[in-house]
């Protein structure tokens, strides 16, 4: 089976842009969580995503923003970046049916860099 | 509200010894479920060791086994015959039952680097 992959891999923006990245779920996986990791704060959950709804959510601002399609794909946006918005973003999936203690698997991440 | 701690931001071992890196953890729930996770130089995440707090019995995967003591809520990660392979950066992880519905609480991570 395929991985969890994300695209892109890298993005480099200015302030004030906005930013859709984009995580496909391992086949047969319903759910997909988004972090946010950096040297200062860490590995931060933003939101997760169920069968197109938003089931859990974070501590972060409303610039960040998800949905999930019919097919599990899911995507973040961010608007108005901010410097503080530079991080690696991952997203993990989990087949989520039970929703508690399910492993998640980790996509490799998109670097976010905002200059 | 869960928190988890981890005191050690670097550790070293050489090939082939013991290691155990650890990790305190703190909720409210009686539902909760920890983890280990790994996190290689520019590499992604991969799930070490998952265990399921209503169980006594320690989880062990290979070579990796935690020593989970529920009362103290510790929860530590021994990696024995250490390899190359495990130099990363660990990350121990909480999940609470209730509706944190796929929301991981990392601790701040352990680096961990395995020489020769």
């Known amino acids: 089976k395929a991985g969890v992959t994300q695209t892109p891999r890298y993005l480099i923006k200015t302030r004030g842009q906005q930013v859709t990245l984009s995580c496909s779920p391992i086949s047969g996986h319903r759910s997909v969580s988004w972090y946010q990791q950096t040297p200062g704060q860490g590995l931060q959950f933003l939101f997760e995503?169920?069968?197109?709804?938003?089931?859990n959510k974070g501590n972060f601002p409303g610039r960040f923003s998800g949905r999930q399609f019919s097919n599990s794909r899911s995507e973040m946006n961010v608007s108005t970046l901010e410097l503080g918005d530079s991080a690696l973003y991952l997203c993990?999936?989990?087949?989520?049916?039970?929703?508690?203690?399910?492993?998640?698997?980790f996509g490799p991440g998109t670097r976010l860099l905002v200059l | 509200a869960q928190t988890v701690t981890q005191s050690q931001p670097e550790m070293s071992v050489q090939e082939a010894e013991t290691v155990t890196l650890s990790c305190t953890y703190d909720t409210s729930e009686n539902n909760y479920y920890l983890f280990w996770y790994k996190q290689p130089p520019s590499r992604q995440m991969i799930l070490v060791i998952r265990q399921e707090a209503y169980k006594q019995q320690n989880a062990t995967e290979n070579r990796f086994s935690v020593n989970f003591q529920k009362a103290a809520k510790s929860f530590s990660l021994k990696i024995s015959d250490s390899q190359l392979g495990d130099t990363a950066m660990y990350f121990c992880?909480?999940?609470?039952?209730?509706?944190?519905?796929?929301?991981?609480?990392f601790g701040q991570g352990t680096i961990l680097t395995v020489h020769p």
């Open positions: 993990a999936s989990s087949l989520g049916g039970r929703g508690l203690g399910e492993t998640q698997y």
């Open positions: 992880a909480s999940m609470a039952g209730g509706t944190s519905y796929g929301k991981l609480t």
């Open positions: 995503y169920f069968s197109e709804t938003q089931r």
